[in-house]
């Protein structure tokens, strides 16, 4: 009888902490053993030549999202985690939307049962819209209860965002379930000023959507965050920081011994002012918040990954099609307008839906930007990728790690593959990608995911309703740091 039902044999193993050759054995859907000359598994992959990674983890996607008026989101569970998969993902967090005037149950209605058809395993961040003291002192106790343990605010955004007041309450009713605060940091009323001047000069273009929302106004709203963060001691991550202004504030907090965390995502690594442009309304599909900013930004985003300042990468994936909504004036979900159609039809800047698809991508892009040109090693594309959202999320240990007794999710990538990204090799619902066209080095040839080979060569053998729903109980990080102003407490009063 076998000592394994599976041996990695012969890899490039690649940690958060070191690279390393060696084998993995894998039983029971966990890692048994590494080292040299294992005894052979039922099964053997051999992996000479290949760096294997832990599975990545999403920590920020939107799949199969539900809208307030009962629309779903044409990315569906099984089409976003087969992408996932493809991707390298094997594991990914999304929303749970909750509507102002409503609780968090009736928000969103059928959703986990959605769910339950992923390929991926998978958790869950609560948006919170309407912080009402029957949301904060009875759902918010009960969902941690669940396992789901960090929620999301925005600070932008109609019909989503919060007040500074709110957001304080958020924040303090996190700091007493020991749950972890997740944060859209841009300035409302900036850019509601901003888009009224746009429109009444007759600037409604994709590229205005930029001109909108400068670097100026998500630097004051991750300053606000973090101001308001330290007030009640808990401890937050910015979400998609796209910018050196952002990644500075976060920075000096770090600098001060705040537990703050700050996020970035590939289209923020690669994408420009130039993709918001272009023939038949192209630009709209590079439409996301915050926006994609002017050419050289890249590079000194790369530079705050470098230095630690940003140090997880999520795909932030939000996918809607060019062609039925992109494209199409009457479709303004995750817009900040009501819809509106220019002359020729397309809608003007603020009605275009924000964001771009990119779950599938994210680690492949990152692979090839980061590791294959120099930019960071192995181990910190594997801190990017799992492990550090492993750490903050509450999954470290099971998560993102290739350390015995972790679930087996394992990607083995072969560094020296060449491909040039298309859509239609790709596995997602949405008819575009912002990287079609673009050229990679380094690619996902097998996903693992507990154990079981989800995808070989490109095609997703893991089918509907295999992944699992990721509980996460306490963890350190998301711990207040016991430091109030004034030695006042007024979170737990």
């Known amino acids: 009888m076998s000592d394994y039902d599976l041996v990695i044999r012969g ?47 999403d920590s920020h996607c939107h799949i199969e999202e539900l809208g307030q008026d009962g629309s779903v989101q044409e990315e569906s569970f099984a089409s976003g985690s087969a992408a996932a998969l493809a991707g390298g993902t094997t594991s990914f967090i999304c929303f749970l939307p909750q509507w102002k005037g409503h609780g968090l149950a009736d928000s969103a209605p059928g959703y986990e049962a959605r769910a339950a058809a992923s390929r991926a395993d998978y958790s869950f961040h609560q948006i919170i819209t309407d912080p009402t003291p029957d949301v904060l002192r009875r759902e918010l106790p009960a969902l941690v209860a669940r396992g789901i343990r960090s929620f999301k605010v925005f600070l932008t955004y109609d019909p989503l965002r919060l007040t500074d007041r709110e957001f304080i309450e958020v924040l303090a009713a996190a700091r007493r379930l020991g749950a972890f605060v997740t944060v859209h940091c841009e300035n409302y009323d900036a850019i509601g000023w901003r888009i009224e ?19 100026v106004v998500e630097r004051e709203a991750t300053h606000r965050a973090i101001a308001l963060a330290e007030l009640v001691d808990q401890p937050i991550q910015v979400f998609h920081v796209s910018c050196e202004e952002a990644a500075a504030e976060i920075a000096a907090a770090r600098a001060r011994g705040l ?24 630009g709209a599909k590079a439409v996301c918040s915050p926006a994609l900013r002017e050419a050289g930004e890249n590079e000194r985003v790369w530079k705050r990954i470098q230095d630690g300042t940003l140090d997880v990468v999520t795909s932030d994936h939000c996918g809607f099609s060019f062609a039925t909504q992109k494209k ?10 009501t819809a509106a159609s220019r002359p020729d039809g397309t809608p003007v800047f603020n009605a275009i839906p924000n964001g771009v698809p990119g779950i599938e991508t994210r ?51 072969d560094p020296d593959a060449e491909r040039t990204i298309r859509n239609a090799a790709l596995h997602h619902a949405i008819d575009y990608t912002p990287w079609e066209g673009m050229a990679v080095k380094g690619w996902p040839g097998t996903t693992i995911r507990r154990g079981e080979v989800a995808v070989r060569d490109g095609e997703v053998l893991a089918p509907p309703g295999s992944g699992r729903f990721l509980p996460r109980g306490p963890y350190a990080l998301a711990r207040p740091r016991g430091v109030v102003p004034d030695g006042f407490d007024a979170a737990s009063v």
């Open 363 to 413: 680690m492949p892009v990152l692979f090839s930007e980061g590791v294959s040109k120099g930019r960071i090693d192995l181990p910190t594309f594997v801190r990017l990728t799992s492990a550090n959202a492993a750490k903050l999320f509450g999954l470290q240990g099971r998560k993102g790690s290739l350390m015995p007794g972790a679930d087996a999710d394992l990607v083995l990538w």
């Open 328 to 337: 199409v004036a009457g479709s303004s979900a995750y817009g900040t307008g």
């Open 11 to 57: 890899g490039t193993l690649a940690s958060a902490a070191e690279v390393f050759e060696a084998d993995i054995g894998i039983k029971d859907g966990v890692i048994a053993a590494l080292g040299r000359n294992l005894p052979r598994g039922v099964e053997e992959i051999p992996a000479k030549g290949m760096v294997v990674t832990p599975g990545g983890i």
């Open 197 to 215: 001047a746009l429109l009444r000069a007759g600037l409604t273009d994709p590229l205005q959507h930029a001109w909108s929302r400068p670097p």
């Open 259 to 282: 537990k703050v965390w700050g996020e970035t995502c590939p289209q923020y690594l690669t994408l420009s002012h130039a993709d918001l442009q272009g023939a038949d309304f192209a």
